[in-house]
């Protein structure tokens, strides 16, 4: 049977409250641009926000202005939305708990991840949201993708309980070794002298 490829998220769409409370939020205190609006083609009393996390990709809000935000955690209940993550950059992340705290915006603080750091904090509706920085760069022509594959096949071959800077130093050396040649390799045509 032929599958259906996925070739990257597309965008997320959320249930939101008040046209306002999305724009405070996504673009006020996460810096998404707000790209435009519509209404919601499948329900004519709502609006279609449409925010950019970044990557061109989009995050899209149903907004209502009848709904108000209710302040409690959303459902973690089986098939529910546990969080939504977003990439952010080492220096972005460092300024993170400070201004959260400016803001008045209670979060978990730091958290450590092994392979990256993690801050968690609720938008309006209680959706948890995790800002999430990596602690490596993927050598050239890699994805972090590729990068925590093979540290993740190292940590189970050394019997470790999670993936640790180790495994990631050790997995970017594999990586960069396995494809490119050096002089002083086999690989590199002998010479002919």
């Known amino acids: ?14 249930v939101g409250a008040g046209r306002q409370t999305s724009i405070d939020f996504w673009e006020g205190v996460l810096g998404m641009p707000f790209i435009f609006e519509q209404p919601n083609l499948d329900k004519a009393s709502e609006s279609h926000l ?66 990256m750091d993690s801050i968690y904090f609720e938008d309006p509706l209680g959706l948890l949201i995790e800002l999430a920085s990596y602690r490596f760069e993927p050598p050239a022509g890699f994805t972090h993708a590729e990068v925590l594959m093979r540290a993740h096949r190292l940590r189970v071959a050394r019997g470790d309980y999670n993936i640790a800077e180790a495994h990631l130093a050790d997995a970017i050396q594999a990586l960069v070794e396995s494809s490119r040649a050096t002089l002083s390799d086999d690989r590199a045509p002998k010479n002919p002298y």
């Open 50 to 115: 449409y925010f950019d996390p970044g990557d061109g990709r989009l995050i899209t809000i149903f907004t209502d202005e009848s709904r108000t935000p209710q302040k409690r955690r959303t459902p973690t209940d089986p098939g529910c939305v546990h969080h939504i993550a977003f990439s952010v950059s080492r220096v972005t992340f460092l300024q993170a708990v400070s201004r959260l705290d400016e803001r008045g915006i209670k979060h978990s603080g730091v958290k450590d991840r092994g392979f």
């Open 1 to 14: 049977m032929q599958k259906l490829q996925a070739q990257g998220v597309h965008h997320i769409t959320l």
